[in-house]
């Protein structure tokens, strides 16, 4: 063998180590990032999460989400939004970015490019306006769900705004969110992103250590029906997406306040 051909296939080799040594690092790192998801943070108010039919949570710093992978979407996102949280800064859009810390892979934005859908968020960027780094958390594609734009401008944006104002009144208010996920929707884009038919919005106040609590199911259009015509008890949206909301009040209490579907304590 003549001393090229050894120096060729010691190149070879060589990169080939190279190569694989960067491969896993990269999954060192990828790791890494999914194991500190499963971590709650310092904002993470765990006794109000609700249960995960997909054993798939990820908590970032000023939300946590539960991932269906089936659905390319997150089945809840909740979050505490405090009166404190409110902010009028106005920050730039970043890019939409996949969310490493989801075991499964997150969709890719891509999928609704020219899909008719906006990149509907589920832990809205108004309601994180306290940093920029609040604010641009919320761009990650596990955050969204595709939504009509008429839908997202109109009676959801409707809805968030007034969250915010119960937010402001009420010195904060605990937020859960989502679509309905369920099978046989229609999708979008290369991933199969499913389109919710329905989307619905719990919110608990605990004011004064005295709690009560809200559920919304709107279907998905736009509608300039008031937002109390949707009120509906946490029961109905437990019942059609299988999630246990509220699991660590006493039990008492849970069943109460879950069964009304009564808005008579909350100002519209």
Not at 37 to 52: D, H, I, R, V
Not at 143 to 165: C, D, T
Not at 240 to 261: A, C, M, N, V
Request: aromatic letters at 12%; a positive charge.
């Amino acid at each position: 063998m003549t001393k090229k051909k050894i120096l060729s296939i010691i190149a070879v080799v060589i990169l080939i180590a190279v190569l694989g040594y960067e491969q896993f690092l990269d999954n060192q790192k990828e790791d890494f990032i999914i194991e500190e998801g499963k971590k709650p943070k310092a904002a993470t108010n765990q006794y109000f999460l609700p249960t995960s039919t997909t054993n798939q949570v990820v908590h970032h710093q000023h939300y946590s989400l539960s991932y269906s992978e089936k659905h390319e979407q997150a089945e809840w996102v909740a979050y505490e939004l405090k009166a404190s949280d409110l902010s009028r800064n106005n920050f730039k859009r970043p890019y939409f970015e996949i969310d490493n810390a989801v075991k499964t892979k997150a969709a890719h934005w891509r999928n609704y490019k020219n899909s008719g859908y906006d990149r509907g968020h589920l832990c809205p960027a108004g309601d994180r306006k306290f940093t920029k780094t609040a604010h641009d958390e919320t761009f990650l594609t596990s955050n969204i769900s595709p939504q009509k734009h008429a839908f997202n401008a109109g009676i959801r944006n409707r809805l968030e705004q007034k969250v915010r104002y119960w937010a402001r009144k009420n010195d904060g208010v605990f937020v859960i969110t989502g679509g309905v996920l369920e099978n046989n929707l229609q999708t979008i884009g290369s991933e199969n992103v499913a389109v919710p038919k329905k989307f619905y919005k719990v919110i608990l106040d605990k004011t004064n250590s005295k709690i009560k609590m809200i559920a919304f199911l709107v279907p998905h259009k736009d509608s300039k029906l008031p937002l109390y015509k949707f009120v509906v008890s946490v029961n109905k949206i437990e019942a059609l997406t299988g999630i246990d909301f509220f699991k660590e009040l006493e039990d008492g209490l849970e069943e109460r306040l879950e069964s009304s579907s009564s808005y008579k304590n909350w100002s519209f």
